[in-house]
């Protein structure tokens, strides 16, 4: 069984270091997304991809954070200048969804990062 | 913008009793609505979805939840809960708005079930 992977699992850093974590979909899977989650929270929608596509990005966090779906399958999400408050799982998850409508989202693992 | 509420932080319940928790979501226009669960040291797994027809929908391990569209309610029941329930419930939404793309959660209810 072939789930959402992520790569990284963990990453510490330290402030001011960049980070980019990896994420591979499901295969056939168009839609990609990227969401947030600090304790005590659920997760928060950052962005997504529908096959290399950035239909949305507005809830990016900051001009910090970047994106990229480069040929429709893995992602790529980097964080530049990282801060303390940067601290959270970051999660990926996919989607097969052939036009508005239903959209059932997989989740992976998740990426724990850690800013010192 | 849509937000979703679920009632309790953390539950605790001996095994056997029944379970439930409340969900409320803001937007009053059509939705889609699931529940997850996230199982200790597990990533996020779907519990069961609603998208349309019977508001009784059930997903795995004997879950079920109602859809009551005039309460904006999307409650997750359990007749008779096992120790190995133990996990964190979120529940979530997607709307017409955001074309049924992004989800928003709720908090999450972590249920500790002791046995």
């Known amino acids: 069984d072939t789930g959402v992977s992520q790569d990284p699992r963990h990453k510490i850093t330290k402030r001011g270091q960049n980070v980019t974590f990896r994420c591979d979909p499901i295969?056939?899977?168009?839609?990609l997304y990227w969401y947030r989650q600090t304790l005590g929270q659920g997760p928060e929608f950052l962005t997504y991809?529908?096959?290399?596509?950035?239909?949305?990005k507005s809830r990016l966090l900051s001009d910090r954070f970047s994106a990229e779906r480069p040929k429709g399958s893995f992602s790529t999400l980097e964080i530049q200048r990282t801060e303390q408050g940067d601290s959270a799982m970051y999660l990926c998850a996919s989607s097969f969804s052939p036009g508005q409508g239903i959209n059932e989202q997989y989740f992976g693992p998740g990426t724990r990062l850690t800013v010192t | 913008a849509q937000s979703v509420s679920q009632h309790n932080h953390h539950v605790i319940l001996s095994e056997a009793a029944s379970l439930e928790l409340g969900c409320n979501y803001s937007?009053?226009?059509?939705?889609?609505l699931f529940w997850y669960v996230q199982y200790p040291g597990q990533h996020l797994q779907l519990l069961l979805k609603y998208f349309s027809g019977d508001p009784l929908v059930k997903g795995i391990k004997g879950f079920e939840a109602e859809f009551i569209k005039s309460k904006f309610s999307f409650n997750l029941r359990k007749p008779s809960v096992q120790w190995s329930d133990t996990a964190e419930y979120f529940c979530?939404?997607?709307?017409?708005?955001?074309?049924?793309?992004?989800?928003?959660f709720g908090k999450g209810t972590m249920l500790l079930v002791s046995p």
């Open positions: 937007y009053g226009g059509t939705v889609n």
């Open positions: 295969s056939e899977h168009n839609r």
């Open positions: 979530a939404v997607n709307d017409e708005n955001s074309g049924y793309s992004t989800l928003t």
């Open positions: 991809f529908q096959n290399e596509a950035q239909l949305e």
